[in-house]
């Protein structure tokens, strides 16, 4: 397997995708926070600070909008959608984060879902660290991808959005 961020010589550059035809993308990626019970009813139930959910909903979207500032190789894209759900989850206990980016581009939108789902998770970790500071981030990962030269990919059910 040959890595695309690297030419012969093993020096990093960026992609060349402008032989690329554009074509609808989508990429879906997700994350978690795990805390403990009380610290998720802070959470949900309107902390001193705010409402949690809400201000890492606009912090993850903002993250996939400034994608390409954070990750050197990305290219920088139109996004025509960023969407970041935030859903308590009981059993976890903790913040399950679904983050969904879609462009009609020549390179995918995966790094733009992980990065709206990571900047959400480590906005509800600080929103909260006042209350628990060993809150964990976990399962930082692609779910789908659509669009593109390589095809779809969809993850194995594995990780902190699939059934118990």
Do not use: N, W
């Amino acid at each position: 397997m040959t890595l695309t961020h690297f030419d012969a010589a093993g020096q990093a550059h960026m992609v060349d995708v402008s032989g690329k035809a554009p074509t609808q993308r989508e990429a879906v990626a997700e994350a978690a926070v795990v805390m403990a019970p009380e610290t998720l009813a802070l959470a949900t139930g309107g902390a001193a600070k705010g409402d949690v959910l809400g201000v890492a909903r606009l912090a993850g979207i903002m993250g996939a909008k400034r994608t390409a500032e954070l990750i050197p190789l990305c290219h920088p894209l139109p996004l025509h959608k960023v969407a970041v759900e935030l859903v308590p989850d009981p059993a976890l206990p903790g913040v399950r984060i679904t983050a969904t980016a879609r462009t009609t581009g020549r390179t995918g939108v995966e790094m733009e879902a992980l990065t709206a789902a990571t900047v959400a998770a480590l906005t509800v970790y600080d929103m909260l660290k006042a209350a628990q500071k060993d809150m964990r981030i976990e399962g930082v990962r692609l779910l789908s991808k659509t669009g593109g030269k390589s095809g779809s990919f969809h993850a194995p059910d594995t990780g902190p959005g699939a059934a118990p």
